[in-house]
């Protein structure tokens, strides 16, 4: 890929936004040489980047290729692994083009899209301007079916298994390249597979490296399909194309599950911001360090969180958090000049921006007694640690009038020379913090220990009172459990005593009727099977001379109308048909069949039984005694009749 290579684009007509798709202006520069494409699609672009394969793209606002986040991650995933965006007007904060390119000897038309593109390549080429980093340095790798296998038929378990099989066999090879790589390039995956028939419906990894060192490509492959994926950030990352100068610097922290960043100048310029749900503590200090020198670290919290003291410590910063707790409305104070996205982002800018506030005059008067010469953030970097002014400057005068006294040859060397003595002196500030975290460590490491120590004495001192506890809610489960069992009984016992009662005051009412002679009660049985006779006669009784109610008479025969006849009833009321050999049967045991319709039957619903005027049941007895009559006198007419006939047939067969 040629180095020197670099894209400016600028959008010439329409928007992102608008339902018709904009043009854009194109500039290729490579070294001196410019060539300009007017009125280029987005998709044309994307061949050409493709073609040419550019370092950088260089655009003075990224949203002018896409309309949010998501759709400008679409657009960074489709280039060339090593093709970078570039937002040449600044990362967060955006500066204006005219500006930068002013300030750079640049002059171009700004009504001219191709004249700005050719801006932004140009400045992009003297590394200006912030990378956009829309995905985190992991991969997701995805070996899944290439199909669903389906219902099928007998054979599809057969190809179920095969195709899960294959499945297998291409996570295997993926794990095997893995392995290999990273053995090579030091990084690491970890793996996640869903066994099914025959070997993996599908396995994921997930690797701790950026997807350009990934030789794997998506595609199909038979009936394997692989997905090959950047995970994307919560939110873009502005990275400077050129390293800033390592000056002080004041860090606001917001802790939690989303952490937020926010560094600022000592001349209140905020110059990074940044929040993550992902990111860990050495990624805040790495992040911070690419900065700057932290001068002051603050939260907007009191006390300070432990993950803030903690990155305090490894910089060996002052402490900047707030004496109390900030309001919701001095937060946004803070935050309204900067711009944020989340009350995450507004929460950390709060914190740098209070302390930045309140050291604001402290800094100007401190630069106005520094004399020439003297570097004014070192003087504030100690005086903020605690030094006066006069003695800061002082030392750092002495060692400024000391400097000349040392030969050192003229051009390049100087400079090495000076470039070893800053760097040096950068590991010696380094050594000398990390040796007083080293020492809070072990200060640490020692309370913990002795802490550790009480509690395992603690411990072991509970142990025989949680076996008492223990053992105590054992005996009381079981003294519980025999407890609910006999309210179970209980229960039961009081159900069945209601019933009993009830029964027992309907046989009373039923008694008092009897006794009283104005009304003979009736008892109704639900149907005519030996059953209900049965359970009728366990509830209320049945006994000699009562009164009986079929409701249903359909159903008995012979047996059950001996039942009754056995029990001694005086009379049977029926409410439909009854079959003729029940009724033959109670007819000839001389039990009276009566239909309901003919006799004045008044049912009382509380209680579940009916009672009859003893009129009434008397005269509708004595008519079916006057009819039982009648069919008997017939029946002997008929019996008389019969045996005449067999008299007169025998004589006649006797005179033949």
């Keep these: 890929m040629p180095e020197n290579v670099i894209f400016g684009i600028d959008i010439a007509k329409g928007s992102v936004r608008a339902k018709e798709k904009p043009g854009y202006a194109v500039v290729i520069l490579k070294g001196n040489e410019a060539g300009h494409h007017r009125m280029v699609s987005m998709h044309k672009f994307q061949r050409m980047v493709w073609q040419e394969k550019p370092q950088l793209i260089a655009v003075?606002?990224?949203?002018?290729?896409?309309?949010?986040?998501?759709?400008?991650?679409?657009?960074?995933?489709?280039?060339?692994?090593n093709t970078k965006l570039v937002q040449v007007t600044g990362g967060e904060t955006l500066e204006p083009l005219v500006k930068l390119a002013k300030q750079q000897g640049i002059s171009f038309d700004r009504f001219d899209p191709n004249a700005e593109a050719l801006a932004c390549a140009k400045l992009a080429q003297m590394g200006i301007g912030y990378e956009v980093s829309?995905?985190?340095?992991?991969?997701?790798?995805?070996?899944?079916?290439?199909?669903?296998?389906?219902r099928g038929g007998w054979s599809q378990n057969r190809y179920r298994r095969k195709m899960h099989g294959y499945v297998r066999q291409k996570a295997r090879e993926i794990e095997d390249y893995l392995n290999e790589q990273s053995k090579t390039k030091g990084f690491t995956y970890s793996q996640n597979v869903v066994e099914r028939f025959g070997g993996y419906s599908k396995s994921e990894f997930v690797v701790d490296a950026p997807r350009s060192s990934i030789h794997i490509g998506s595609g199909k492959y038979g009936d394997v399909q692989v997905s090959v994926k950047s995970i994307e950030r919560d939110a873009l990352v502005f990275k400077p194309l050129k390293t800033k100068k390592r000056d002080y610097i004041i860090v606001g922290i917001d802790p939690g599950t989303t952490t937020a960043i926010a560094v600022m100048t000592l001349e209140g310029e905020l110059r990074m911001l940044h929040s993550s749900r992902t990111i860990s503590i050495p990624d805040v200090i790495e992040m911070i360090a690419e900065q700057g020198r932290p001068l002051i670290i603050a939260s907007d919290v009191f006390p300070t969180p432990n993950a803030v003291e903690k990155i305090r410590r490894a910089f060996n910063a002052v402490s900047g958090s707030p004496d109390a707790i900030l309001t919701a409305g001095d937060k946004i104070e803070f935050a309204a000049p900067y711009g944020y996205s989340n009350n995450h982002e507004r929460d950390?800018?709060?914190a740098?921006?209070?302390?930045?506030?309140?050291n604001k005059n402290k800094f100007e008067q401190i630069k106005k007694k520094i004399p020439a010469g003297v570097n004014p953030d070192d003087v504030i970097a100690q005086v903020v640690r605690g030094r006066s002014v006069e003695a800061v400057i002082s030392e750092l005068m002495k060692k400024e009038s000391k400097e000349p006294e040392v030969h050192t040859v003229p051009g390049?060397?100087?400079?090495?020379?000076?470039?070893l003595r800053e760097l040096l002196r950068k590991y010696e500030e380094s050594l000398e913090e990390m040796k007083k975290y080293q020492d809070e460590l072990g200060k640490e490491l020692s309370l913990k220990n002795n802490k550790i120590e009480k509690l395992e004495e603690f411990i072991n001192r509970q142990r025989t009172e949680v076996y008492k506890q223990l053992k105590k809610e054992k005996e009381l489960k079981i003294r519980d459990k025999e407890i609910t069992r006999l309210q179970n009984r209980i229960s039961e016992s009081d159900k069945k005593i209601a019933g009993l009662n009830e029964r027992i005051y309907q046989l009373k009412h039923v008694r008092r009727l009897e006794l009283s002679g104005r009304m003979l009660p009736v008892k109704i049985i639900s149907a005519f099977t030996k059953d209900s006779i049965l359970m009728t006669q366990e509830q209320v009784g049945i006994k000699k001379d009562d009164i009986i109610l079929l409701r249903d008479a359909s159903g008995g025969g012979s047996v059950t109308a001996g039942m009754l006849a056995d029990l001694g009833v005086h009379a049977v009321i029926i409410c439909n048909d009854m079959s003729h050999a029940a009724e033959e049967e109670l007819f000839n045991l001389d039990v009276p069949v009566l239909n309901a319709k003919d006799?004045?039957?008044?049912?009382?619903?509380?209680f579940d039984f009916a009672v009859i005027n003893p009129e009434d049941i008397k005269n509708?007895?004595?008519?079916?005694?006057?009819?039982?009559?009648?069919r008997r006198?017939?029946?002997?007419?008929?019996?008389?009749?019969?045996?005449?006939?067999?008299?007169r047939s025998e004589r006649r067969r006797e005179r033949k």
Excluded: C
């Excluded at 003075?60 to 692994?81: Q, R, Y």
């Excluded at 829309?134 to 389906?150: C, L, N, Q, Y």
């Excluded at 004045?600 to 509380?606: E, K, T, V």
């Design 352 to 358: 740098a921006a209070s302390v930045y506030r309140k």
């Design 620 to 630: 509708a007895i004595d008519d079916w005694n006057k009819k039982a009559g009648e």
């Design 134 to 150: 829309a995905f985190e340095d992991k991969t997701v790798i995805k070996v899944s079916r290439a199909r669903s296998p389906g």
């Design 412 to 419: 390049k060397t100087d400079e090495k020379a000076l470039h």
């Design 633 to 647: 006198m017939a029946a002997k007419e008929e019996w008389l009749e019969s045996l005449v006939d067999e008299y």
């Design 599 to 606: 006799v004045n039957i008044q049912y009382d619903a509380a």
């Design 348 to 350: 950390a800018i709060a």
């Design 60 to 81: 003075d606002n990224i949203f002018e290729l896409a309309s949010d986040k998501h759709e400008l991650a679409s657009i960074l995933s489709k280039l060339p692994a």
